[in-house]
């Protein structure tokens, strides 16, 4: 199985800054795509940032020049930094992956789903 580990998250003042941390770990072979979702309370859980494996970069309209998402694929991190944060943008935040794991040609699709991390912001 592939596992996702979060970290991050916290309480900050509208108009600051915070960094999420998403570390897989498990046999990954590839992704096809890693990103962050946020669920409000009584909303369903949406779209914040994604990188596909073509990577193609796309953020909810909402986030758009404040939030980036990156990835370091030596170390299967992924990261979403989240500058100017506004009180909208709190939330539970999940990373999540979608690919292939496996080695030794056995391989499968997998589709990860990280704890979540909670974000406030408010003053």
């Known amino acids: 199985q592939v596992q996702l580990v979060e970290s991050g998250g916290g309480l900050v003042q509208p108009g600051g800054s915070l960094r999420l941390s998403c570390a897989a770990s498990g046999s990954i072979f590839s992704f096809y795509s890693v990103g962050w979702y946020r669920q409000a309370p009584g909303t369903q859980r949406d779209l914040v940032a994604i990188i596909k494996d073509a990577g193609t970069i796309t953020y909810a309209d909402s986030v758009k020049g404040r939030f980036t998402i990156s990835i370091n694929n030596a170390k299967d991190t992924w990261y979403l930094q989240m500058n100017n944060l506004k009180p909208e943008d709190t939330g539970v935040y999940y990373c999540?992956?979608?690919?292939?794991?496996?080695?030794?040609?056995?391989?499968?699709?997998?589709?990860?789903w990280g704890q979540g991390t909670q974000v406030t912001v408010s003053s």
């Open positions: 999540n992956a979608v690919g292939v794991r496996g080695s030794d040609y056995d391989y499968a699709d997998f589709n990860s």
